[in-house]
């Protein structure tokens, strides 16, 4: 049997053509993940020692990280024994992910393309997540695509997700022109490990582009609850094209939150214009203090990484869902 060592020497079995990523899962371990696609490159791991190979094409990794090593968990699947310079998460590990049938409660239009969806699950089987994890719906025919929860864990178990119509998508054909209260769908999940981290530091950045802005809600109002934040400081920074986009003011009077909306395309604007990147360095925020959890898309958490990272901040400290294609 080959085996996959962690470097926390956490270690489990990998079958033939079985990919990392699921071979940890299937043991109950968790890996860093988002998008399991090759896509968003938040599972890339350095091989210490022993091969893999790809199962399919890594397109997320540069040549410079080939180079050096890094593969996708999601893509490879282990050819001998091999040892990962990464750790599993833990806690994360022992919530299961599970295919569950799910109602429309209510469905609720926040702009021109964006749609409040409220799902239910039977009564007796209430999704267990943690605010920042997303799920995949899955409708007619098996189409399947990904979206944050928007809410933290609720008593009634109901879960909000927040719907961008892309042109021409598939799925959003159904949710924008035909879903109605009541549809019954299927939903997977928890799924992925954008979520709050333990740390000592005491500024927390959240940036989020368009319904990137889901998940962060979900961890705010977890914050929120938690009976002592730990934090001296959050900076909330919300990137949209015009006003109409930002859908939603945050309202959470017990944290020390700082909300700055960043518009890029309305010149007659007196806000803040530009991106969310490039309004964090702008407002000389102190990095290496900081936590940063970036939801949205790809291109903003590429170059947010890029900048923040050469600016002083840790790329440990920097943890992201990129809303990436599904196909
Ligand atoms: C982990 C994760 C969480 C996500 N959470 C959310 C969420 O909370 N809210 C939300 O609105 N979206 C979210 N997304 C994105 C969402 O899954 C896709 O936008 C969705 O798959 C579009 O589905 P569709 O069937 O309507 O379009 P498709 O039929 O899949 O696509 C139609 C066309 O648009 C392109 N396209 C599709 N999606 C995107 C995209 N995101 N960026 C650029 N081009 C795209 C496709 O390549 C294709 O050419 C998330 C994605 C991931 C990976
Ligand atoms: S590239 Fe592997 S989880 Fe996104």
């Not at 609720?108 to 699950?121: A, C, H, I, N, Y």
Request: aromatic fraction near 6%.
């Amino acid at each position: 049997m080959l085996k996959v060592m962690l470097a926390n020497q956490i270690h489990f079995d990998c079958q033939p053509e079985q990919r990392i990523l699921e071979a940890a899962r299937h043991h109950g371990i968790i890996l860093e993940h988002s998008c399991r696609t090759g896509r968003c490159g938040v599972c890339k791991a350095v091989v210490v020692s022993g091969e893999t190979t790809a199962l399919q094409p890594e397109v997320s990794l540069t040549e410079s990280q080939l180079a050096e090593g890094y593969i996708l968990t999601c893509c490879r699947t282990a050819t001998t024994s091999v040892q990962l310079d990464i750790e599993d998460l833990g806690a994360l590990g022992k919530l299961q992910v599970k295919t569950l049938p799910c109602r429309i409660d209510h469905l609720q239009p926040l702009t021109d393309d964006v749609l409040e969806v409220t799902l239910r699950t039977p009564p007796a089987i209430h999704l267990g997540y943690v605010p920042g994890q997303y799920v995949d719906m899955i409708g007619k025919d098996g189409l399947r695509r990904s979206y944050s929860i928007a809410n933290a864990p609720r008593n009634d178990g109901k879960l909000t997700l927040q719907i961008r119509k892309v042109p021409d998508g598939e799925m959003s054909q159904y949710w924008f022109s035909e879903a109605k209260t009541n549809d019954l769908l299927r939903l997977e999940g928890p799924l992925g490990t954008f979520s709050l981290r333990k740390t000592n530091l005491k500024q927390i950045i959240l940036l989020a582009t368009g319904t990137g802005i889901a998940p962060i809600k979900s961890l705010l109002e977890q914050l929120s609850a938690a009976a002592r934040p730990g934090f001296s400081r959050i900076h909330l920074y919300w990137g949209g094209r015009t006003e109409q986009d930002i859908y939603w003011q945050p309202k959470f009077p017990n944290l020390p939150l700082e909300f700055t909306s960043v518009l890029s395309r309305s010149p007659e604007w007196s806000g803040r214009k530009g991106y969310v990147q490039h309004a964090v360095l702008e407002d000389r925020l102190n990095l290496p203090d900081a936590v940063v959890y970036a939801c949205g898309s790809e291109a903003m958490i590429h170059s947010a990484h890029d900048e923040l990272v050469a600016e002083g901040l840790s790329g440990k400290n920097f943890f992201s869902d990129a809303f990436v294609s599904s196909n």
